[in-house]
């Protein structure tokens, strides 16, 4: 075993490889119910699997002093196996959670088998029990969300529910929060293919209930809402919001901010001034400004202020006479986005983001992020980051205990939605 490898097309253990390949085959012609039963045998009681070369192969792999360092990689290798060949089927995707449950099952009594297998039993239940509490199982058992998930809504019975069922509805999370250490490139490729699939259907979804409550506003001003409910289909709001909080947060994010121009506006104006700045220094000063502006000066003069003064000023003060550069642009805003939002998965401190949050509410405080990013686009998925710290650190808390975070996460959704996707959402400007 000791040609173990990383995901980047260098060569495979014999072992490894003719597992993969078996699995590979077989996929292609098994049911996914013929699929499961086979790993259940082959890697849960580890006992009568019908290719005896492949039980061999695994004790190999079980038997290697590496074993307990690799096997969860192995494992995983082995679950996205099955889990590509499904995903691109509809119809056998309900599978995929089936799939992960699948080691949460307890090995029940031990099984008369030779003794000579004993040894290799044990090995194996270790090993997947290993498998159950690593980050490689966590993401699996997030990706079993996006899959078993697709309509879930908040309500008096749902509340209580789990963060983590909310996974499905926030592919800027995919990521961060799906793929796990020594990911390999066909797990990556599954993952974009889901994240693509889910923000197309949110950005039409949002399209399509955009494009309904412009008409029916425009309608309303001739006729009663029974006419409306007439000749209109009513569409669905697509979040987890109220309507009145959507629509809101739709016409703060695509209209003018206390009539100085929308946000694209605003940042596009702080660029084209940043170009004449002299220094490192005075572009922090004109971006303290910049960031201040739309947030409530009371709040501001409190304490938040002079806290973000601080960052900016400490951060690279050795550069401070400088010319700016795409560096300092790109350093700046990703260590005000550790300073506002959460700093790493180690120290998920997020005091600041919290106390904002309660001061200017989750869609001012959504607006401060979104002026960073829209000013160094370059940092979007480091503020995506971010929030899946948050995510994965509250992932197990009760949704009804968390709204705040909950909310937070709908409105980054619509932000991004409409500045970095692929609709056009303005119409909603027609509305008076």
């Given at each position: 075993?000791?040609?173990?490898?990383?995901p980047?097309?260098?060569?495979?253990?014999?072992?490894?490889?003719?597992?993969?390949?078996?699995?590979?085959?077989?996929?292609q012609v098994?049911?996914?119910?013929?699929?499961?039963?086979?790993?259940?045998?082959?890697?849960?009681d580890?006992?009568?699997?019908?290719?005896?070369?492949?039980?061999?192969?695994?004790?190999?792999i079980?038997?290697?002093?590496?074993?307990?360092?690799?096997?969860?990689?192995?494992?995983?290798?082995?679950?996205?196996?099955?889990?590509?060949?499904?995903?691109?089927?509809?119809?056998?995707?309900?599978?995929?959670?089936?799939?992960?449950?699948?080691?949460?099952?307890?090995?029940?009594?031990?099984?008369?088998?030779?003794?000579?297998?004993?040894?290799?039993?044990?090995?194996?239940?270790?090993l997947?029990?290993?498998?159950?509490?690593s980050?490689?199982?966590?993401?699996?058992?997030?990706?079993?969300?996006?899959?078993?998930?697709?309509?879930?809504?908040?309500?008096?019975?749902?509340?209580?529910?789990?963060?983590?069922?909310?996974?499905?509805?926030?592919?800027?999370?995919?990521?961060?929060?799906?793929?796990?250490?020594?990911?390999?490139?066909?797990?990556?490729?599954?993952?974009?293919?889901?994240?693509?699939?889910?923000?197309?259907?949110?950005?039409?979804?949002?399209?399509?209930?955009?494009?309904?409550?412009?008409?029916?506003?425009?309608?309303?001003?001739?006729?009663?809402?029974?006419?409306?409910?007439?000749?209109?289909?009513?569409?669905?709001?697509?979040?987890?919001?109220?309507?009145?909080?959507?629509?809101?947060?739709?016409?703060?994010?695509?209209?003018?901010?206390?009539?100085?121009?929308?946000?694209?506006?605003?940042?596009?104006?702080?660029?084209?001034?940043?170009?004449?700045?002299?220094?490192?220094?005075?572009?922090?000063?004109?971006?303290?400004?910049?960031?201040?502006?739309?947030?409530?000066?009371g709040?501001?003069?409190?304490?938040?202020?002079?806290?973000?003064?601080?960052?900016?000023?400490n951060?690279?003060?050795?550069?401070?006479?400088?010319?700016?550069?795409?560096?300092?642009?790109?350093?700046?805003?990703?260590?005000?986005?550790?300073?506002?939002?959460?700093?790493?998965?180690?120290?998920?401190?997020?005091?600041t983001?919290?106390?904002?949050?309660?001061?200017?509410?989750?869609?001012?405080?959504?607006?401060?992020?979104?002026?960073?990013?829209?000013?160094c686009?370059?940092?979007?998925?480091?503020?995506?980051?971010?929030?899946?710290?948050?995510?994965?650190h509250?992932?197990?808390?009760?949704?009804?205990?968390?709204?705040?975070?909950?909310?937070?996460?709908?409105?980054?959704?619509v932000?991004?939605?409409?500045?970095?996707?692929?609709?056009?959402?303005?119409?909603?400007?027609?509305?008076?």
């Amino acid at each position: 075993m000791s040609t173990r490898i990383d995901p980047c097309n260098q060569q495979l253990n014999p072992e490894e490889q003719r597992l993969y390949q078996h699995l590979l085959e077989l996929v292609q012609v098994e049911t996914p119910s013929q699929m499961i039963d086979r790993c259940r045998a082959l890697f849960i009681d580890g006992v009568d699997y019908p290719e005896a070369e492949i039980t061999l192969a695994v004790d190999r792999i079980t038997s290697s002093k590496t074993a307990e360092q690799e096997f969860k990689f192995i494992l995983n290798r082995c679950c996205h196996i099955l889990i590509n060949r499904w995903h691109m089927q509809p119809h056998l995707q309900s599978a995929i959670p089936e799939l992960i449950a699948l080691f949460e099952c307890s090995f029940g009594a031990p099984r008369t088998v030779n003794s000579f297998r004993q040894p290799s039993l044990r090995r194996l239940h270790k090993l997947v029990n290993l498998f159950i509490s690593s980050e490689q199982y966590v993401t699996l058992r997030r990706l079993s969300q996006v899959m078993v998930q697709p309509n879930f809504e908040l309500n008096s019975n749902t509340g209580n529910k789990p963060l983590l069922t909310l996974m499905r509805r926030y592919p800027y999370l995919y990521e961060h929060c799906l793929i796990s250490e020594e990911c390999y490139y066909e797990q990556q490729q599954t993952i974009q293919h889901i994240k693509e699939e889910v923000q197309k259907k949110f950005e039409i979804d949002l399209s399509q209930y955009v494009t309904y409550q412009v008409r029916r506003s425009q309608i309303l001003r001739t006729a009663p809402n029974t006419e409306v409910q007439r000749i209109l289909r009513p569409v669905r709001n697509p979040t987890l919001l109220s309507d009145r909080e959507l629509n809101a947060a739709l016409k703060h994010f695509i209209g003018k901010i206390d009539n100085y121009g929308s946000y694209n506006d605003l940042a596009q104006n702080f660029l084209n001034h940043t170009r004449h700045v002299p220094t490192f220094k005075a572009f922090k000063d004109d971006l303290y400004e910049y960031l201040i502006s739309s947030l409530d000066s009371g709040y501001g003069k409190l304490q938040f202020n002079e806290r973000l003064y601080t960052q900016l000023c400490n951060t690279s003060p050795d550069c401070d006479n400088q010319k700016l550069n795409e560096f300092l642009m790109v350093r700046t805003c990703t260590q005000l986005l550790n300073f506002l939002v959460a700093d790493t998965p180690a120290n998920p401190q997020h005091f600041t983001f919290v106390d904002l949050i309660t001061n200017q509410g989750t869609t001012l405080t959504t607006g401060l992020l979104l002026k960073i990013v829209l000013i160094c686009r370059k940092v979007k998925p480091y503020l995506e980051k971010r929030f899946a710290i948050l995510f994965n650190h509250y992932e197990s808390a009760a949704t009804s205990c968390i709204q705040w975070l909950v909310q937070s996460l709908e409105k980054l959704n619509v932000a991004l939605s409409i500045h970095f996707g692929k609709v056009d959402l303005s119409v909603l400007n027609q509305i008076a």
